[in-house]
C-alpha cells in the first residue's frame, strides 16, 4: 500500500498534467485522408523545436536523454549492463535449432541478424502487421514449437538479442500504398492520441505534452523514438520487459483495460509509434530505472 | 402537550423514511442492477474501451450476488453501470475528437 501522502501527490500531478493537455486543444476537425509522411514530418519537427539542442540518435535513450542526473546513474548502471544475461540467453535460443532441425534463423530474411529495424512490417499476403514478437512465435509454431509468453521471459531474451545486433540501424518503416496499411496506421494513430480509462489520458497526453516531465519517480519519455530501445530491463520490475509489457502497464495507468499481447490494436500501435521514430536508430535492448 | 405530539408525530415519520430508504435490496433488485451493469460494460466492450475499475466493480458485485449480500450487490452494480456508462461516452466522444490533439 502506497502512503497516503504519495498518492495525493500523485493524483495532484495527474490533475495538473490534465490541465496542460486540455489547454492545447484545436478546433473539432473533420475526417482526413491518412498521409503518413505528412504525419512523421509533423511528428518529428515537433520534437526537434521541444528538445532543439537533442540530436535524433539521443531520442531512442527515453527518460536518459531528457535528465542530466538520470543519465549520470545511468551511465553508472551501463558498466555492468542489466540485460546482459537476456542477451546471452537470446543469443543461445536463436543458435539452438528446433526439435525438427531448423532454426529461427530460416524464418527471417539476413539470417535474422541486423533486421530489428524494419519491425514492425505490414504483411501484404496477410492484410495484416507483423512485429518482431510475432513473427518470432509463428516462426515457432510453423516449426512445430509452442509459442513464447509474450511480456517478458524467453520472448524479451530472444528480441534482445536480435535488437542487440541491429544496434545503430535507424528505424525503417515502410507503409505500403495498400489502403489495408493505411487503415492500419490511421487505427494505431487513432489509439495514440485517444483518451481512455478512468484518468482520461490519451499516450500523447504523457508522451507528447508531458515529454521530459516528471511523473511521480519517472522522468516521461518522449514519443519520438520511444520504441528504440526495446526490449528494456527495467529495475521497477526486476526483470526484462517486451512493448507488450510496457504497453500494458501504460494503459493500466490511465485505468484502462489492456489489450491482451500482440492484439491487432496493439500491433497497430506500435506500426505508428515505429514509423514516427523513422530514423531513430536502434538502442535496444535497453535499461530502465 | 400539543407540541409534543407534533414532535412525535415529525419524528415517526422520518423513521419511516428512513426505514423504507435502508429497506434490504432483494434478490430480483441486485440481478436487475447487475444486468443493467453488465449490458453497459459489454457496450464498452464492443467499443474497446473497458474501464479498469468498472471491470473490479462489476467482479464484486457478482461475487456479492453469489454470496446472497444483496445490498451490496445492487450498490456496487450501480457504481459498475456509472462507470461503464462514462467509459462509454468517452469512446463516443474520441471517436472524433482525437484528432483535435494530433501533432501538425
Known sequence: MRPRSSRRARAATLLALGAVVATGLHPSRAEERPDPAADLRAFQAHFRDRFPQLPIAEFANGPYAMDAGMRQQWEEIMQFPPYDFAVEEGKQAFETPFANGKRYADCFPEGGTGIRQTFPYFDTAAGEVVTLDLAINRCRERNGEKPLPYQTGLMASITAYMAETSRGKPFDIRIPDDKRALAAYEDGKRFFYSRRGQLNFSCASCHVQAAGQRLRGDVLAPALGILASFPIYRSEWGSMGTVDRRFTSCSAQTRSEPFAPQDPGYRNLEYFLSYMSNGVPIAGPGTRP | ?104
Open chain 2, 1 to 104: 402537550m400539543r407540541r409534543t405530539w407534533r414532535r412525535c408525530a415529525l419524528a415517526c415519520a422520518g423513521m419511516l423514511l428512513l426505514a423504507a430508504g435502508a429497506r434490504a435490496a432483494t434478490e430480483a433488485e441486485a440481478g436487475a442492477a447487475l444486468r443493467a451493469a453488465e449490458q453497459q460494460q459489454a457496450e464498452a466492450a464492443r467499443l474497446r474501451n473497458r474501464w479498469i475499475p468498472a471491470e473490479a466493480a462489476l467482479k464484486a458485485a457478482r461475487e456479492a450476488l453469489r454470496t446472497r449480500d444483496y445490498d451490496r450487490a445492487t450498490e456496487l452494480a450501480g457504481r459498475a453501470e456509472a462507470l461503464a456508462r462514462r467509459s462509454v461516452e468517452q469512446a463516443r466522444e474520441q471517436e472524433t475528437a482525437w484528432r483535435d490533439a494530433v501533432i501538425r
